[in-house]
Every structure is written in structure tokens, then in C-alpha cells.
């Protein structure tokens, strides 16, 4: 016999399927209202996209940069890249 589902199984896997995740978070008393408005911020259609831009710009990752560009930004003014000509110590193999 087939176990049914609890309601609240039910509503997990309706959200899962609309792409939600189940997010738990520990906060200091005082900013328990404040992660409940911008979590509320966040699904609510009319406010999502500004909410996330604004959260985005604060505090999303850092664009990454590939070395290339990183040395090609690199101040190397002043800086004495060549190498000496010499061959370096003998080796008796």
C-alpha cells in the first residue's frame, strides 16, 4: 500500500519544481525582520529584480579576472624585467 504524502511534502515538491530552494539561516535577533523583508523582496515578482540588482551590486562576487588581464593591468614602470645572460652554475652530471 502507497504511504500518501503529507501536505507538506506536498508544498516542498511543488516549490522545488518552480524552482525554489528551503534556505535556513541563523541571525542576530534584531535582523530577523530584515532577512524576512528581503527574502520577501526577493519572491515577490514586482520587487525581484531590483532587489536582486541592489543585493548584486553590494554584495555579489567580484567579476573575474583572467591573468592575462591581471598582469596587463599590472603597474610595471620602473620594474627591471630582463634577465641576466648568465649560463649559471656548472652541473657534473
Not at 511543488?14 to 520577501?40: C, P
Not at 543585493?55 to 555579489?60: A, K, V
Amino acid at each position: 500500500m502507497a504511504k500518501a504524502k503529507s501536505s507538506l511534502a506536498t508544498h516542498r515538491a511543488r516549490m522545488a519544481r518552480q524552482g525554489f530552494v528551503r534556505v535556513e539561516v541563523n541571525v542576530r535577533k534584531d535582523d530577523a525582520s530584515l532577512v524576512r523583508r528581503v527574502a520577501a523582496a526577493l519572491s515577490d515578482p514586482s520587487r525581484q529584480a531590483e532587489a536582486r540588482r541592489l543585493l548584486q551590486q553590494r554584495f555579489g562576487e567580484p567579476p573575474k579576472v583572467s591573468l592575462k588581464a591581471l598582469l596587463a593591468s599590472a603597474p610595471l614602470e620602473g620594474i627591471d624585467l630582463d634577465r641576466s645572460p648568465a649560463p649559471g652554475r656548472e652541473v657534473d652530471l
